[in-house]
């Protein structure tokens, strides 16, 4: 610990990563297909399609040194919503978007020379959210071309339908992303969520709290399932180290 402070020290390079100045963005967005889009098998939105929207999401930007410790309350109170019907415009929504994104890589930017970024979390956003936020930024003319891509390898993407792999149990040697479902089933059983398109019924029936709570719902559902994979990973470690122990000493015992 230093200036109260927890660092992690790199020990190639002697570089340190200041935990309280790293941000993780845990975020769930929604979009909207009208009734004519809708017949499509899997993801129906698309970015470019002038009839298709984003309607907004939530989000939670957490910092690691105080909101991934074992006495941790996270609550909807730290989720910051932004939502279509509060904006002038979907142009002016991501706006808001960026800003928020924006601000945590100031803040990890600047506190680490450009070295660490801050990390965008949520379940199967790596396919969807993420590449739809960019694409849109584009679209919108927020950024250029250049900068979008720039600013997006700039930042770093845990999706946790990948994360979570190694804490099922695999039939064969194929690995593949992990559903939200079956995420949810593992870690949260007494939480259940509609499909996602249920959200286009609610917006149509113009029920915008529901989706509201649903979305906040969700990324808080998210953090959970993330402290969760943690803890597995440490109970995991720490049976990695009883084995080496005891096969230390088997062998002294031989």
């Not at 040697?173 to 609610?202: A, N």
């Not at 709290?209 to 399932?225: G, N, P, S």
């Not at 597995?232 to 005891?246: G, H, L, P, T, V």
Request: one cysteine or more; charged letters at 30%.
């Amino acid at each position: 610990m230093e200036d109260d402070n927890f660092v992690i020290r790199n020990a190639m390079s002697n570089f340190r990563i200041k935990l309280h100045k790293c941000r993780v963005i845990f975020f769930d967005l929604e979009f909207y297909v009208p009734s004519e889009g809708r017949n499509k098998k899997g993801f129906c939105y698309n970015p470019w399609h002038d009839d298709h929207r984003l309607l907004g999401g939530s989000f939670l930007v957490a910092n690691p040194q105080k909101d991934f410790v074992h006495n941790s309350k996270i609550d909807s109170g730290k989720v910051e919503s932004l939502w279509l019907w509060d904006h002038e415009s979907e142009k002016e929504l991501l706006e808001s978007i960026y800003g928020l994104i924006r601000s945590s890589y100031d803040v990890v930017y600047s506190a680490h020379q450009g070295k660490v970024s801050p990390v965008l979390c949520g379940i199967g956003i790596s396919s969807s959210d993420v590449p739809i936020l960019f694409e849109l930024f584009k679209k919108h003319s927020l950024i250029s071309n250049a900068e979008a891509f720039y600013f997006q390898n700039s930042l770093r993407v845990i999706d946790i339908s990948q994360l979570s792999i190694g804490v099922f149990n695999n039939a064969n040697r194929f690995m593949y992303p992990k559903t939200k479902k079956s995420i949810l089933q593992k870690y949260l059983p007494e939480r259940k969520f509609d499909d996602g398109k249920s959200v286009w019924d609610l917006y149509d029936s113009n029920n915008r709290l529901a989706i509201e709570d649903r979305v906040v719902d969700e990324v808080l559902c998210t953090y959970e399932c993330y402290i969760k994979i943690l803890e597995d990973f440490s109970n995991f470690k720490a049976m990695e180290k009883n084995k080496k122990r005891s096969d230390k000493l088997t062998l002294a015992m031989q």
